[in-house]
């Protein structure tokens, strides 16, 4: 009852019958999300006035991006970008040599003067290339009020919308470039990918649990370990990959369903039937890409590795195995 006095309480249940559709987190995440976006794309105009390039501007917001990641989940320290960007809204000349620094200790790990302190080696060569482009008061602005927002709302596909606004508009349309919404992105994956894991997964679950009545309790274990081993076996190609938006969405979901299957196998036998999974999991190893564009790859890209494919498929496209 002392709960109902805080107004934000109050609010909250005001929202629950007047607007309920506004409490649903896929809708928060999407606002969230387009609003950085188009705080992002102000800037990526504004230097394309300035004549720079969209690769570079692309890169460069990129990195920017990556960053206020990395301050939201703990691997920097707290609004630690957020707290530079506020100083160099107020001293543009600083936005350069501070920044620049902050990712020189990034790729190499150490001391960051930007954030007074200790940085870890973020590896994956993503920092090599730190350049950082001079902005004017008003796109670190942008920047910072970008940094500040609820960053757990973010959803992740906002690199992809990213890149979109970075490609020029002619070479978009010869690319077939475009963002596709998460809604849409799932609709897919759902259908192609996880529904017909989902029906194997209740056979296999209907099989297990008659084995399990019939006393045959090693046998309904054996059963679960089996499709196990297959959902970590099953792989994904997406022929035009870009910057792996469906890749990602595929892992995750994958991944839930995985849960399911180890809380089944937990209920079976405990952690005694975990542990013999050791090192055996879904994994982005599963999920591989085709991109013609090298724009447009995911962050970290490696060749799948396989004997007949050397790296290349016909008409020089690369092949790649993503890794996020």
């Known amino acids: 009852m002392e709960d109902l006095r805080r107004p934000e309480v109050q609010h909250w249940l005001i929202r629950i019958w007047t607007d309920p559709v506004s409490l649903d987190p896929a809708r928060k995440a999407a606002r ?15 230097l394309e006035k300035a004549n720079y390039l969209p690769e570079e501007v692309a890169m460069f917001l990129m990195r920017c991006l990556f960053t206020m990641f990395a301050q939201s989940v703990g691997l920097l320290p707290s609004a630690s970008f957020q707290k530079i960007l506020e100083r160099c809204e107020a001293d543009p000349s600083k936005f350069q040599p501070m920044v620049g620094q902050l990712w020189e ?6 001391f960051a003067y930007g954030i007074e302190g200790n940085v870890k080696q973020f590896n994956g060569e993503f920092f090599k290339s730190r350049a950082a482009i001079p902005l004017d008061q008003e796109e670190i602005g942008e920047l910072r009020r970008a940094a500040a927002c609820d960053w757990g709302e973010v959803d992740p596909s906002i ?10 508009e002619a070479e978009r349309r010869r690319l077939g470039a475009h963002y596709t919404p998460r809604a849409y992105v799932e609709r897919l994956v759902v259908s192609a990918i996880v529904e017909p894991l989902r029906l194997d997964w209740g056979q ?18 054996t059963t679960i370990v089996a499709f196990h081993k297959k959902l970590c076996e099953t792989r994904v190609l997406d022929p035009a990959c870009g910057t792996g938006n469906f890749l990602y969405v595929s892992l995750e979901l994958l991944k839930r369903l995985e849960g399911e299957v180890l809380e089944a196998l937990a209920d079976l036998g405990g952690q005694e ?21 090298p724009r447009r790859r995911p ?12 790296g290349t498929f016909e ?10």
């Open 32 to 46: 969230v999300t387009r609003d950085i976006t188009e705080r992002l794309a102000a800037v990526s105009k504004a």
């Open 105 to 110: 200790a990034m790729n190499a790990g150490g």
């Open 159 to 168: 690199f992809g919308t990213l890149l979109e606004q970075a490609l020029e």
């Open 204 to 221: 296999v679950l209907s099989t297990a649990e008659r084995q399990k009545a019939e006393g045959r309790l090693a046998d309904a274990v």
């Open 273 to 293: 039937a975990l542990s013999g999974l050791a090192g055996h999991t879904v994994d982005p190893h599963q999920f591989l890409g085709l991109e013609a564009n």
């Open 299 to 310: 962050l970290r890209n490696w060749c799948c590795g396989s004997a007949t494919c050397n």
């Open 315 to 324: 008409r020089g496209v690369v092949c790649h195995q993503s890794q996020f």
